[in-house]
């Protein structure tokens, strides 16, 4: 296996004094995948080291991000203009507020990250676009973010909301308990709202592989929890999860023409409608 460069690199405009360039963020790694331009050498090296072992690592990104088209559409059908996006990495194409534009909805978007290049970035993207902000926050206390007064700005727990965290509980400890996490937000939520959920998962993954993974992701400071089926399912306590159920995220209602094929590495995705 080859090395990753320890040099640090200059920080470009973009980063803000707070960013340590040695340290790979799984948020720039995510924004390389998706063919973004705010990472640094160590993310791409890392990145392409792990496409190197895994050839479907970077692909994965494509198909969670759609996914998240998906799913947006799917909110949006059903009436819900309100969304709560926890965990919304750096902002690359297809963010929510794009897909609720193309969409022509009149809706209200509010990201929040613990990543500062994440949050920068969207800030600057959606200054001109009074009905979605960014904030800065922690996901393991969903309770103090619902109550940050830039999301009650914008968003009236009165009513339904889409809570999105994709691509985000696995990297959540058990220690954090994501289960409790999720459920102290729930009881904010309006009957109707929605739960999406995509995760990594340790299902099907060959065992050596699998920890030879969860052991790279370590070089990060959100190493993978990987979970299982059952494990994942169960964090949709107190909602009635939509047809498919939770399945491999290329899977989840497909587009005509769109590309079904899944592995392993593919996150599995669902949503879940809270109970009234």
């Given at each position: 296996?080859?090395?990753?460069?320890?040099?640090?690199?200059?920080?470009?405009?973009?980063?803000?004094?707070?960013?340590?360039?040695?340290?790979?963020?799984?948020?720039?790694?995510?924004?390389?995948?998706?063919?973004?331009?705010?990472?640094?050498?160590?993310?791409?090296?890392?990145?392409?080291?792990?496409?190197?072992?895994?050839?479907?690592?970077?692909?994965?990104?494509?198909?969670?991000?759609?996914?998240?088209?998906?799913?947006?559409?799917?909110?949006?059908?059903?009436?819900?203009?309100q969304?709560?996006?926890?965990?919304?990495?750096?902002?690359?194409?297809?963010?929510?507020?794009?897909?609720?534009?193309?969409?022509?909805?009149?809706?209200?978007?509010?990201?929040?990250?613990?990543?500062?290049?994440?949050?920068?970035?969207?800030?600057?993207?959606?200054?001109?676009?009074?009905?979605?902000?960014?904030?800065?926050?922690?996901?393991?206390?969903?309770?103090?973010?619902?109550?940050?007064?830039?999301?009650?700005?914008?968003?009236?727990?009165?009513?339904?909301?889409?809570?999105?965290?994709?691509?985000?509980?696995?990297?959540?400890?058990?220690?954090a308990?994501?289960?409790?996490?999720?459920?102290?937000?729930?009881?904010?939520?309006?009957?109707?709202?929605?739960?999406?959920?995509?995760?990594?998962?340790?299902?099907?993954?060959?065992?050596?592989?699998?920890?030879?993974?969860?052991?790279?992701?370590k070089?990060?400071?959100?190493?993978?929890?990987?979970?299982?089926?059952?494990?994942?399912?169960?964090?949709?306590?107190?909602?009635?999860?939509?047809?498919?159920?939770?399945?491999?995220?290329?899977?989840?209602?497909?587009?005509?023409?769109?590309?079904?094929?899944?592995?392993?590495?593919?996150?599995?995705?669902?949503?879940?409608?809270?109970?009234?």
């Open positions: 296996m080859s090395e990753i460069s320890d040099t640090p690199p200059l920080l470009p405009d973009w980063a803000s004094d707070d960013i340590d360039p040695t340290v790979p963020s799984i948020a720039r790694i995510y924004d390389y995948a998706l063919g973004g331009s705010h990472n640094f050498k160590i993310d791409r090296e890392l990145a392409e080291l792990g496409r190197s072992q895994w050839p479907h690592s970077l692909r994965s990104a494509w198909t969670n991000r759609a996914f998240l088209r998906r799913a947006v559409s799917y909110c949006a059908e059903h009436g819900i203009s969304f709560l996006d926890v965990g919304s990495g750096i902002p690359t194409a297809g963010n929510v507020h794009e897909i609720l534009a193309d969409l022509e909805v009149d809706a209200r978007v509010v990201y929040t990250d613990i990543d500062p290049v994440a949050v920068v970035m969207s800030r600057r993207i959606l200054a001109d676009i009074p009905w979605a902000t960014a904030i800065r926050g922690d996901a393991r206390d969903l309770d103090a973010l619902a109550a940050e007064p830039e999301v009650h700005r914008l968003l009236d727990f009165d009513r339904p909301v889409a809570l999105l965290l994709v691509a985000l509980l696995h990297y959540i400890p058990d220690s308990d994501p289960h409790a996490m999720i459920a102290t937000l729930r009881d904010r939520l309006a009957p109707g709202s929605v739960l999406v959920i995509s995760h990594m998962t340790s299902a099907d993954w060959p065992a050596q592989e699998l920890a030879d993974m969860v052991e790279m992701s070089q990060t400071p959100t190493p993978l929890i990987m979970r299982t089926l059952d494990e994942i399912a169960a964090l949709f306590d107190g909602f009635d999860v939509v047809e498919p159920g939770l399945v491999r995220v290329p899977l989840w209602r497909p587009d005509h023409g769109e590309e079904t094929t899944a592995t392993y590495f593919d996150t599995v995705g669902a949503i879940g409608v809270k109970k009234g």
